[in-house]
């Protein structure tokens, strides 16, 4: 079962424009990570958000953590080609135990 | 090793038949976990080792799969009678305590034909 939607499933656009990236639950998670993957490869850690609220920056990525922490986004300003691939959400559950939780994950192309 | 490695890259097989996946993790890394992305999808968690603690086998979604650990080492991911659905790619991850940053090998194509 999937907790984790990200939306758009999909997203094409041209070189230079902005974009945000959805990733929403009915869960509380006590940290959320963003991951980016590429064709043949697994996917690489982009950041880890842990506080209600947060906003993180890795150059033009901005992430930020929902206040409840049951949901996050990641905008990209001036997208380039090298931003293609497959973004995807990973809500972590701390209690007892570890849990990920992946998305369901965003394919983003950016024409060059 | 430098990295997280997983054998086969590809594998072709007969519905029916036993496949059995490996994953080196890097060296030192405590926890291992094992994932399935179906084509274009995001990640189904499988099951995770930490140290000797008994695994998480909570994502297994049947008891044709099976998985092993020896020690902090490789580990295995076994599907037995395989079924046209199970083609995915398995990736595995390995960090250093479960709470750390996750390292994830390549991913071993499976197709069941």
């Known amino acids: 079962t999937q907790l984790l939607e990200q939306s758009p499933q999909f997203l094409s656009i041209q070189e230079g424009e902005n974009l945000t990236v959805y990733c929403n639950s009915s869960?509380?998670?006590?940290?959320l990570q963003w991951y980016r993957q590429e064709p043949g490869e697994g996917p690489v850690l982009l950041v880890t958000?842990?506080?209600?609220?947060e906003v993180k920056k890795l150059k033009r990525l901005t992430f930020q953590f929902g206040d409840a922490r049951k949901d996050s986004s990641l905008h990209i300003t001036a997208a380039q080609p090298g931003d293609t691939g497959l973004y995807l959400c990973?809500?972590?559950?701390?209690?007892?135990?570890?849990?990920?939780?992946f998305g369901t994950g965003t394919r983003l192309k950016v024409l060059a | 090793g430098a990295g997280v490695s997983q054998s086969p890259s590809n594998k072709v097989t007969e519905k029916g038949k036993d496949v059995e996946l490996r994953c080196d993790p890097i060296?030192?890394?405590?926890?291992l976990y094992w994932y399935r992305q179906r084509l274009g999808q995001g990640l189904e968690f499988l099951i995770y080792?930490?140290?000797?603690?008994?695994?998480?086998k909570s994502g297994l979604p049947s008891d044709r799969f099976s998985a092993e650990r020896t020690g902090e080492s490789v580990s295995t991911l076994t599907i037995q009678r395989t079924q046209q659905e199970d083609s995915a790619v398995y990736l595995c991850a390995s960090s250093s305590t479960v709470a750390e940053t996750q390292y994830f090998g390549p991913g071993t194509r499976l197709l069941v034909l």
């Open positions: 958000v842990v506080t209600g609220g």
């Open positions: 060296s030192g890394h405590t926890a």
């Open positions: 869960s509380v998670f006590s940290s």
């Open positions: 990973a809500g972590i559950k701390a209690s007892g135990t570890y849990k990920y939780i």
């Open positions: 080792f930490q140290g000797n603690s008994a695994p998480d």
